[in-house]
């Protein structure tokens, strides 16, 4: 679908904010422990999105110390089963689908007239290379729904960038409005070598997302920096099983995974807009 002259003009004057001071403010309020505060920041979040906590391990608003512990909240044992079949790459968030496909030519899919290179997306990371020709999926959070991040597929980390940049809404309107949003935006990528081969998660913030975490290195961003980070894992340090839990958006965001060529189909019916739930079958083996 093309841009609307409305999702045009709400994304210029995401321009004009200052996205980072903005989210460094929305830190530090998820953050504030005063109760009468943050319970009734919390109740509003819930009514205005419809958050379902009957799904929640901790139904009771009031049990939550911070706006974020609740946003960041852990669900009910068994709501999310997990496709155990050998050969099922899973889904590894819940939320919808932005766009999926192939990779031709290093380029990926953004939206009617957008695309970006796989190389912008992992900050000029040659690791770029070893996704030419396969298969990426772009999941897009909403505030109402589960932020924790699960591994699709069995892997060992071998590095992680942290590439710095924008902080552009990712909601649907604001991607089909602006040019490369998902290599322009800060984010955290993640090279795995899994059991579909050269894996990529990359963790792409947005406005008010105060932070990424990975349950390896903690709190990834904030701070700010103007470079790109890089960090090297020795073969082995970090392993993580098929559905296990790697990181976690404070405030809601999208998930990118590239694949390897010939590695991976994707299941059929999944297209833009489709609803994803973690653990669901994403892709089969090849």
């Not at 390896?216 to 790109?228: D, K, L, Y």
């Amino acid at each position: 679908m093309d841009a609307s002259l409305g999702d045009r003009c709400k994304a210029a004057l995401q321009y004009l904010v200052p996205h980072h001071a903005v989210s460094r403010f929305t830190h530090r309020l998820t953050r504030v422990r005063h109760p009468g505060f943050k319970d009734w920041l919390i109740r509003g979040f819930v009514r205005r999105f419809g958050v379902d906590m009957s799904e929640a391990a901790e139904p009771d608003v009031r049990t939550y110390p911070t706006f974020n512990a609740f946003f960041t909240r852990a669900l009910k044992s068994g709501t999310r089963p997990m496709d155990t079949a050998q050969d099922a790459i899973t889904c590894p968030v819940d939320g919808a689908v932005s766009q999926i496909g192939a990779i031709h030519e290093g380029r990926l899919f953004q939206a009617k007239g957008h695309e970006f290179s796989a190389l912008e997306l992992l900050g000029g990371d040659a690791a770029a290379d070893r996704f030419e020709g396969g298969a990426f999926a772009t999941l897009y959070l909403s505030p109402r729904d589960y932020h924790r991040i699960h591994m699709p597929a069995g892997g060992m980390l071998t590095r992680m960038l942290h590439v710095p940049g924008r902080l552009f809404s990712v909601n649907p309107p604001t991607t089909r409005a602006v040019p490369r949003l998902f290599a322009r935006n800060e984010r955290v990528a993640c090279l795995f070598e899994s059991e579909a081969g050269p894996l990529a998660l990359v963790l792409v913030g947005a406005m008010n997302v105060a932070s990424i975490e990975t349950v390896w290195a903690g709190e990834v961003t904030p701070p700010q920096r103007s470079a790109v980070r890089t960090w090297d894992y020795n073969p082995g340090e970090v392993r993580l099983a098929k559905g296990a839990e790697m990181g976690r958006f404070n405030m809601g965001s999208t998930v990118i995974l590239l694949f390897a060529a010939g590695r991976i189909r994707w299941e059929p019916g999944y297209a833009p807009g489709s609803p994803v739930r973690m653990g669901r079958k994403l892709a089969t083996l090849i």
